[in-house]
């Protein structure tokens, strides 16, 4: 059975720091992705970053770019977010998810970018970002 677990979500003030992780277990092999998507009050939830686990490519959201930055560490199983220079807007509850890139006998390179594209997913994480 697949589990992902996000962690890290806090208070911070504008201009601030947090490191998301999140870390799966029930994988058989590192060939899967890891989507970050979040969610802000009264909003649909929409993609940040996502990462391919085997061949480590990766995707941002336009808006994101140059503030978060996504990476792994395949010996913990863990994917983390770093995300710099916050701002109010970033607040929500963030969440990952993962999805297996190798099916029926057929690689997929990259990661997902779409919600629906994504069959597992972990509770979220909260991130307050005061003003």
């Known amino acids: 059975e697949v589990q992902l677990q996000a962690s890290g979500g806090g208070l911070v003030q504008a201009g601030g720091s947090l490191r998301l992780s999140c870390t799966a277990s029930g994988f058989l092999y590192d060939d899967y992705a890891i989507g970050w998507f979040r969610q802000a009050p009264g909003e649909w939830r929409e993609g940040v970053s996502c990462i391919n686990i085997f061949d480590g490519s990766t995707y941002y959201r336009d808006s994101l770019k140059g503030r978060f930055t996504i990476s792994r560490d395949n010996a913990k199983n863990t994917v983390y977010l770093q995300m710099n220079s916050l701002k109010p807007e970033d607040t929500g509850i963030y969440y990952c998810?993962?999805?297996?890139?190798?099916?029926?006998?057929?690689?997929?390179?990259?990661?997902?970018?779409?919600?629906?594209?994504?069959?597992?997913w972990g509770r979220g994480t909260q991130v307050t970002v005061s003003s």
């Open positions: 998810a993962g999805q297996v890139r190798y099916t029926s006998g057929t690689y997929y390179p990259g990661c997902p970018k779409e919600i629906d594209d994504y069959g597992y």
